[in-house]
């Protein structure tokens, strides 16, 4: 990697506990949560009906029971398309004498993908960072719940881990490209970077976007998903989160300096289960697409204290989450939609020149 070094990346000076309690550790030593009545109310907050972290004002969708189940089901749905793993993974965790392997989940959600990482390599260290405590109560022995910001950068996990991974985190991320930085800073050499994201664009037939303008977003017309896309990029810009990253992965990844081998998958997702061949691979696609429906209608909720708290009016929420709701039920050939994943992989070489 010629004409490049981490010098070039010098990591932020930002620092901050983020909460009353010791959430910031200042090296990757063990730390246990246990999940009190204090802790709980100091954790959350009521926002439009639903509980969201007390922390961030950039992110705020809901951390609840409801949401953890939703990331859940959508964990088993990205392990159907994407794979468990990247082929780097287990060749990177694989268990080697004398070396203590450590992977990091940002933004780690309800858990699901670190403590498949946990339970299936017992040898490595594993560690789920976000702005609420994991409350999984069958925590492997290795893994671990730490409470932070990630804004804040990860300056105390310098050259720590092995792999570090996160999805669908842009919401509640000011500086996408900074935190790619701090990613790379984080990473030993010769580490796995996995990153996953979503533009909140919805697509056609031919799989180009449905353009919904800003003058336009308020007009009440179909298409209506697009449209409750459309109003839940504003929320998100208007709390300061990154809602383009999906777009931008691949340039910010492979420009960096400090990653080789950069790997850009695409992952489309029907809408809903529209499609009516019969063949093996219209059904899988099909058994797919109900579970992506599932997850949308449940975002549809989760989606609310966002878009209310942008100042969108309620009438006009409800009457765009209801139409949305009704035309992802559609399952008509007519009426297709598509879902964009961008995954970006990449490695940190094993010497820096």
């Known amino acids: 990697m010629s004409g490049s070094t981490l010098s070039r990346f010098p990591p932020s000076n930002a620092s901050s506990a983020t909460s009353d309690w010791e959430m910031r550790t200042p090296s990757p030593e063990p730390s246990v949560y246990s999940m009190t009545t204090s802790m709980r109310e100091a954790a959350y907050r009521e926002l439009h009906g639903r509980n969201v972290n007390s922390y961030s004002d950039v992110y705020s969708l809901p951390a609840d029971d409801q949401e953890?189940?939703?990331?859940?089901?959508?964990?088993?749905?990205?392990?159907?398309?994407?794979?468990?793993?990247?082929?780097?993974?287990?060749?990177?965790?694989?268990?080697?004498p004398g070396i203590q392997k450590l992977a990091v989940d940002l933004g780690c959600g309800s858990g699901s993908w670190i403590l498949d990482v946990a339970r299936d390599f017992p040898h490595c260290s594993c560690v789920a960072i976000d702005l609420v405590p994991m409350q999984n109560l069958d925590m492997p022995p290795n893994c671990r719940s730490e409470v932070d910001d990630i804004n804040l950068g990860l300056d105390h996990y310098l050259s720590t881990f092995d792999v570090v991974h996160a999805r669908l985190i842009c919401t509640g991320i000011k500086d996408y490209a900074g935190l790619v930085n701090h990613m790379a800073l984080a990473l030993r050499p010769g580490g796995l970077l996995d990153l996953t994201e979503y533009n909140f664009i919805i697509h056609d037939a031919n799989r180009k976007p449905i353009v919904i303008t800003d003058d336009d977003v308020l007009n009440m017309r179909g298409p209506w998903l697009p449209r409750w896309m459309k109003l839940a990029q504003r929320a998100i810009r208007h709390r300061g989160g990154e809602v383009d990253a999906a777009d931008h992965l691949y340039m910010w990844v492979s420009h960096h300096g400090a990653f080789q081998d950069v790997v850009h998958r695409q992952f489309w997702y029907q809408a809903s289960p529209w499609n009516r061949h019969n063949d093996a691979e219209s059904r899988r696609q099909n058994e797919i697409a109900t579970t992506m429906r599932e997850d949308m209608l449940e975002f549809l909720k989760s989606g609310r204290p966002l878009l209310l708290g942008a100042g969108i009016p309620e009438d006009i929420v409800n009457i765009i989450e209801e139409r949305a709701r009704a035309e992802l039920n559609e399952t008509r050939l007519a009426f297709v939609l598509f879902f964009f994943f961008s995954n970006c992989l990449a490695l940190s070489p094993k010497i820096f020149v």
């Open 68 to 96: 953890l189940q939703r990331l859940d089901h959508q964990h088993e749905m990205f392990k159907a398309t994407m794979g468990k793993y990247p082929p780097p993974l287990p060749v990177i965790l694989a268990e080697q």
